[in-house]
């Protein structure tokens, strides 16, 4: 493992701009004073060895892990490879494709709003003309299927009640025929291709779509595209400066994201026409580093330090669990210890984000994705086997 600028990670620097490169500097050698290096040798062996049997059991090339407690970040580690055919290392500054941990962000930004009273839970998206009412207008649609998609709340839309558009089957983001289509093209196409299956806030399924759809809201009441809002009103508030969308293609990944690769066995690649992350912004198209994710959590968790930059009411409202689904609130998975978390997986990635109710708070974040049944299991317990194995926290 190394935790140095490598010599890739330097050239780029000198083709950026002098106060660019300096951010990233910065932010890479506050980095490195979190490595294993900080911890006592039976500690750094122990979370080493559940990081390597982790990436054994499921063949993952490399993992990024970033953990903080009361309110400070403690540790920042990589582990295996960012560019296996390169031979560059996880280093705790490269960003990795988030997938739908990007849904809790969306979230809070739903709530930045509620709180600004551009937004209420109850508003109906596709009712309001200042919302999306225009893209369901321009349907030959019946009545009684366009009053149905009129009574959709912002609050369906984030506790995945809406009434339809699951990831089970036929999930509109990844609809083969629609693939070319943007944003609102493919709203149309969905609430005219695929109709509701129930009456909205009855029945939880799982929709990346209604997560597109906030992202249009989001748009709606800005007038900026989805990411600008997102960096305005909660990344650089949260002094989070190098979160961005990710792109399709290999070509396309910015200067410290990873590669990203399929198993052995697995018809699916990281890089295929069906991977639009960019179009999957509000659902699934963040790419960070664990530790910038780790920031962003620690100004919505609830606690005193650092300031939240929402108010309790509107962090208690968000997390609070669904008439329909105890185990999921507004963006986020909730039980009743307290504990909220978010885990994200497609083709070539997988995350968690995960905060505990004592004042915990890890990402862990890898460049691949396994099909086997517990690997999403063993990739939530990896973070607490990693918190277990530190005994006494070095001061920072």
């Given amino acids: 493992m190394s935790n140095g600028i490598g010599r890739r990670s330097f050239l780029q620097l000198l083709g950026m701009g002098l106060g660019q490169a300096a951010t990233l500097v910065q932010v890479a050698n506050a980095e490195d004073r979190l490595s294993l290096e900080r911890f006592r040798e039976a500690e750094r062996a122990a979370i080493e060895k559940h990081v390597a ?70 508003d109906r998206p596709f009712a309001e003309e200042r919302l999306l009412a225009s893209l369901l207008d321009e349907l030959e649609l019946p009545d009684e299927k366009r009053t149905q998609i009129q009574a959709i709340q912002i609050q369906h839309l984030l506790e995945h009640t809406s009434g339809g558009w699951g990831n089970k089957v036929h999930d509109p983001m990844f609809t083969w025929e629609a693939l070319h289509l943007d944003h609102r093209e493919l709203i149309r196409y969905t609430l005219e291709t695929f109709p509701l299956l129930d009456e909205p806030g009855t029945t939880f399924r ?44 290999k070509a396309e990944r910015k200067p410290e994201e990873v590669c990203y690769y399929g198993q052995k066995g697995q018809k699916e690649s990281p890089y295929a026409r069906l991977m639009h992350v960019t179009r999957m912004d509000a659902h699934g198209g963040w790419i960070a580093s664990p530790s910038q994710l780790v920031r962003l959590m620690l100004h919505v968790d609830g606690f005193d330090e650092p300031k939240d930059l929402l108010t309790a009411n509107s962090i208690a409202t968000m997390t609070t669990p669904s008439e329909v689904e105890p185990s999921y609130a507004k963006g986020w998975n909730v039980n009743e210890a307290g504990n909220w978390w978010h885990i994200g997986s497609f083709n070539g990635g997988a995350g968690i984000l995960v905060r505990t109710s004592d004042r915990f708070c890890w990402a862990i974040l890898v460049n691949t994705r396994s099909h086997e049944p517990e690997f999403t299991s063993d990739l939530d317990r990896l973070g607490w086997k990693i918190r277990r194995a530190v005994k006494r926290w070095p001061e920072v």
């Fill in 53 to 122: 049997e982790f990436m054994d059991a499921y063949e993952v090339p490399g993992v990024s892990v970033a953990m903080a407690r009361y309110g400070r970040l403690q540790l920042a580690a990589g582990f295996g490879w960012a560019d296996r055919d390169a031979e560059i290392p996880v280093e705790p500054r490269h960003q990795f494709r988030i997938a739908s941990v990007s849904k809790p962000i969306t979230s809070m930004m739903i709530f930045r709003l509620i709180e600004d009273g551009q937004l209420q839970l109850t």
């Fill in 206 to 249: 799982y929709s990346n779509f209604g997560y597109c759809v906030l992202g249009r809201v989001i748009e709606a009441v800005t007038t900026i595209s989805y990411e600008q809002a997102v960096r305005k009103h909660l990344l650089q508030p949260a002094g989070v400066e190098q979160m961005t969308l990710g792109g399709r293609r």
